[in-house]
């Protein structure tokens, strides 16, 4: 059980994870980072979870953490800068955590996304989004710096150093026309059909090979930095070796027209 996740099954092999604070747009407070950190360990090691979709509560996606309210583990600046480190680590470990799934992960974006929430749709390898979208990174209005939770990672590989640079110097709010624009998002659609979109195309992975999706995953994430195309194409060869000596791949194979 969950008090800040709604956590659903809306087609064989799809796991919807919504994220529940809707009254404060979805902002991350201690018990909701910890239940996500828990969900997504849960989510894992499920065999019988082939697609995940993340998606907020009412009218928000994410609105980063909750600085105001997030509970007896916000610490103040002039605590031990080893346990700001670990707060830190802590809300870092949810991207990782996200990014490390082995199932493929779609963002459904229905309305603001801003720093912790930002960093949380990058990690996803799909992002489709609500024309009422927004987008930032709050961090850095704040004081901070605007790299934090794998953002300066992320960001430049999906849309570009250039585009990184402006959203994350200024902070300024993106709207969901240029993140479509800027490649931020595959797909906008409208608010009432965003979800549908979103459990559709997981349900499409779903039914897809789990080890051929795994693969392609990883090879994704690893080729994006490999240091040319050879490397690239010995994970590449390697994984076509793997996957094609499954009985799946030959049960699919043979109905193939």
């Not at 909750?66 to 509970?71: E, L, T």
């Not at 659609?189 to 995953?217: H, S």
């Amino acid at each position: 059980m969950t008090e800040m996740l709604e956590i659903e099954t809306p087609a064989a092999g799809v796991r919807l994870i919504r994220l529940n604070r809707p009254n404060k747009l979805n902002a991350i407070n201690e018990v909701m980072r910890d239940e996500i950190a828990q969900t997504l360990a849960s989510v894992a090691s499920d065999v019988d979870v082939h697609a995940v979709v993340l998606t907020g509560a009412g009218r928000g996606f994410c609105a980063g953490i909750d600085i105001r309210n997030f509970g007896p583990g916000m610490l103040e600046a002039s605590a031990p800068a080893i346990d700001r480190l670990r707060f830190q680590e802590a809300m870092a470990g949810l991207v990782r955590a996200l990014a490390d799934l082995p199932q493929a992960v779609i963002a459904a974006i229905n309305g603001p996304c801003v720093g912790a929430g930002l960093a949380l749709s990058l990690a996803a390898d799909i992002r489709i989004a609500s024309t009422a979208a927004t987008f930032g990174n709050a961090a850095i209005l704040l004081g901070l710096s605007g790299a934090e939770m794998g953002m300066s990672y992320h960001l430049p590989r999906i849309v570009g150093a250039g585009v990184a640079a402006d959203w994350m110097l200024t902070g300024r709010t993106v709207s969901a026309e240029e993140a479509d624009r800027r490649g931020l998002v595959s797909q906008l659609v409208e608010p009432e059909q965003l979800l549908e979109r979103a459990i559709e195309i997981a349900n499409g992975v779903a039914d897809l090979a789990p080890l051929g999706v795994q693969l392609t995953k990883r090879a994704l994430q690893v080729n994006i930095g490999a240091g040319g195309l050879g490397p690239a194409l010995e994970l590449e060869n390697r994984n076509q070796v793997l996957s094609h000596a499954t009985d799946d791949a030959a049960a699919r194979r043979s109905t193939w027209s």
